[in-house]
């Protein structure tokens, strides 16, 4: 699959609720919600990369080592 942030290659694995597990080489580690990836779906949203890898970095930086993606986080471009 592709980063859902980057679209840089990368690996997923199946959430409950329909979310995913993703590994990115450049993202690193993060949880996407099913809500999220409706609302990317649906809405033909896209993620601003810079403000969401600095998200990432702060949620890792709280000790959350893969942070959750949620349809209301303000990441979208
Ligand atoms: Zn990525």
């Not at 990368?10 to 993703?22: F, I, S």
């Not at 580690?29 to 969401?52: C, E």
């Amino acid at each position: 699959m592709r980063c859902f942030i980057c679209e840089q290659p990368a690996t997923d694995v199946p959430e409950t609720q329909g979310g995913r597990l993703v590994n990115c080489s450049d993202c690193g580690w993060y949880k996407i919600s099913g809500t999220a990836l409706h609302l990317m779906q649906v809405h033909v949203r896209v993620f601003n990369v810079p403000r969401s890898r600095d998200w990432l970095d702060l949620q890792r930086t709280n000790g959350i080592a893969q942070p959750l993606i949620q349809g209301d986080t303000n990441l979208w471009d």
